[in-house]
């Protein structure tokens, strides 16, 4: 009888689970489906964006080469010329597209340049024909290009897209063709604790795009947005509106100087007019020769592959070390200067202050392989810096940020041995979620309390690659956000965003510096801690002649070893007359007289080629950053625009553009436009996630709904049969 029951119950269950499967696969089926569907185009789509740095895409056309590896359908070599005169390098850049397809291609390469170059000239080449390059507002510019691409004209437009990134476009190269783009600029040369250098930069660490895709929007932020089509891997936002032209695409590969996917030659001609103890560049191997005094350079190899900063250091003899210079230049009628002024050492140290200082370490996903671990020797290395009497804490971020400590503690050996431990398993991941952790660092208590009855002084310092987007937004938030404390920026990685790292450390009160190989950890974060003691002077002015222009026009605070340098436009005349700086060094007055030409007549004055750029870029960056401070974009712009079209410069409103007259490509052929990909910076390691912020859970949300989904349907299912 129970056997019996039994089996009437499992056959009734069987019925029912029949009916059930009955009802699922006609009922269900849809639903099922659709969310099958919405997880295989979200799959897709994360994929594509997750892909979009190492594999080609995008549109990217990429061929075989004999030995079975990718290559861009179209090549580019880059060529360098370096005149280093004084304080002031006039740079050509050449870049060279080669179209390996049998296609009509256009190709698009963005680039990096240094963030203070000065762009005055471009001229197209085709064979044996030169066409010059016109200085146009930028959206003037695109319009003339559009219509000679659409025309089957050769054309190239070069455009601003940040200060130290740039994109070249080249139109109408035909199957197995060349053409060339050169452009000049300025560039000034740096000086710091007795060691010139120059640094140019030849490859990006791709930015992480920060905000949600929301269309192209090209009045966002009163920014000039580019509106020819982006060919980079990122999507714009609300936050990046020009994300597609600031997202480069990567080679899936490595380079190496044997055989270089982006391949570079460079040669250099330094004249400082003094005996120099030392030239060396630590990143490239070079071959140097003397004659009369002037030192010639080049690659040693010949070429390099473009996936590091090249930089170039060198040092005067002792005795010969300058302390003062002044350089001009005559330029429509006018004359513009360039002073560089090191004040003098402090006779003693200033008594060392409580301080608080947090180290905020970028451990983002472009930071990973050699960054990440020269990022934690730096931070490791600065901990060894603190003094007892010192507070600190630790802030690192990713696509989220953690502190190591709720508030800083103090430098105890305990806490210096957890902060140490903590360091050490630091590891490299994630996006590039700057603004929280910034916020964070800026806005932490620093009031007096009963270990410090004096407000202590507080110092931020912030090791990044600067790979991000939205830079101005985080200039706003650093200058908002300051108050007493300072910030002090240092770069990592072969090619850091230079632009990010100054800037910052502008905006910050503070100072900016670059660990590009884990050899100079040591040497660079005992400088910078150096400096970090106090300023070495402050409250500097210049007294100019009446109606002189100077920039900077409020002079910043000088660590150690940094000299004050400030560009001017003179006038018509050149002044006869001494130039007097003060300020206050080691906390004493101080103060100082200069000639402009001692011993030499003024109209006889030797020119310096460069420096009337020098001043017209320094303008134009003290113009635009009038914006982080508020200031209405359009009287920006008005501003901008006849100063850049003045002196023939490249700003965010205008544009170098140059056409062939003669049209080159049959019109029933097709055009097609092909990014060139840039090199991965050296040591960096392949980035396994997206870099814009569309990278959500949404493929895990979709597989649990459609679970919940299911189960909820099998309950429904089953209170109906009852």
Known sequence: MHAYRHKQLLSRDIQRFGGVSFWLLFRCLPALVLAALSLFILSAATARAESSLTEPGGGQLML??????????????TSVQLEITGMVAIVTLEQQFSNRSSEWVEGVYAF????????RSMEMRVGERRIIGEIRERVAAQDIYRQAKAAGKKASLVEQQRPNLFSNRVANIAPGESVSVKLEYVQEVSYDAGQFSLRLPTTITPRYIPGISAGRNLSAGGETVAVLPGLGWAQPTQQVPDADQVTP??????????????????????????????????????????????????????????????????????????????????????????????????????????????????????????????????????????????????????SSHHALFRRALPASRHNLQLAAEYVRHLQATGGTEMMPALQTALTANVAADELHPQPVLRQVIFITDGAVGNER???????????????????????????FMRKAAEFGRGSYTYISDVDEVGATMDALFRQLSAPVATALTVDWPAGAEAWPASLPDLYQGEPLRVAVKLGAELPDADLLVRGRVGGQEWGTTLRFFPGADPARA??????????????????????????????????????????SLMSPYTSFVAVEQQPARPLDRALDSHPVPNTRPNGQSPQTFAYPNTATTAAANVWLGSFLLLLGLFARAFREED
Do not use: C
């Not at 230049?329 to 947090?358: D, F, H, N, S």
């Not at 303008?619 to 982080?628: E, F, G, N, Q, S």
């Open 64 to 77: 075989r080469n004999a030995q079975g590896q990718s290559i861009a359908a179209v090549a580019q070599h």
């Open 249 to 398: 695409l990567l080679y899936p590969r490595e380079g190496d100087d044997n055989t270089p996917l982006n391949p570079m030659t460079l040669s250099a001609r330094l004249d400082m007019g003094m005996p120099l103890a030392e030239v060396q560049s630590p990143y490239h191997d070079i071959a140097l020769s003397r004659r009369a005094g002037v030192y010639e350079i080049a690659l040693a190899a010949g070429v390099a592959e473009m996936d590091r900063d090249f930089v170039l250091r060198w040092t005067p003899v002792s005795a010969n070390a300058p302390s003062a210079a002044f350089f001009t230049e005559r330029v429509g009628g006018e004359y513009y200067g360039l002073l560089l002024l090191v004040p003098p050492t402090p006779e003693r140290a200033p008594e060392p202050a409580p301080r608080e200082i947090v180290f905020v370490i970028d451990t983002s996903g472009s930071m990973g392989g050699v960054s990440i671990r020269q990022a934690r020797a730096s931070l490791v290395r600065a901990l060894g810096h603190l003094r007892p009497e010192d507070r600190f804490n630790i802030i690192q971020f990713n």
């Open 473 to 499: 937004e985080l200039y706003a938030e650093i200058a908002q956000r300051l108050g007493p404390s300072r910030l002090f920026t240092v770069g990592i990685g072969s090619a850091p965003n230079s632009w």
């Open 606 to 647: 030797p020119d310096h080629p460069g420096v009337a750029s020098v001043w017209a870029r320094r303008k134009i960056a003290a113009l635009l950053d009038m914006r982080v401070y508020g200031k209405d974009d359009d009287w920006v712009r008005g501003q901008v625009l006849p100063l850049a079209l003045e002196h």
């Open 112 to 119: 990096p340049l240094p963030e203070q170059a000065a762009v």
